[in-house]
């Protein structure tokens, strides 16, 4: 594969996890303006949590970025499976929002 072949690679997987950290990011800022409306106090808490741990993801998705060779392929695959359990975690809340 090419150096710029990799690049544009590597371009494609850091901006679709970028694009999953903000959708995620937009529904928990919607959860968490529906729960300050309901007083959902447990939800509130788990929304700044989630919104907290946001900054870990960016951090590691900018540290992807600088990232060659093998690292670039451990980082991927970590930063896959967090943002995997972020996703799963808004769809919790949401799901639990939804429901009051």
Do not use: C, P
């Not at 937009?26 to 509130?44: D, F, G, I, Q, W």
């Not at 992807?64 to 991927?76: F, V």
């Amino acid at each position: 594969m090419t150096t710029d072949v990799k690049n544009l690679t590597k371009r494609a997987i850091h901006d679709k996890l970028e694009s999953q950290i903000t959708t995620a990011e937009a529904k928990l800022n919607t959860l968490k303006a529906r729960a300050e409306t309901t007083k959902a106090n447990v939800e509130l808490k788990a929304i700044t949590e989630l919104l907290t741990g946001k900054q870990a993801l960016l951090r590691k998705l900018r540290g992807l970025k600088k990232s060659d060779g093998g690292r670039w392929d451990r980082a991927k695959a970590d930063l896959e499976a967090r943002v995997t359990d972020f996703e799963k975690s808004v769809k919790g809340i949401e799901s639990k929002v939804s429901a009051n």
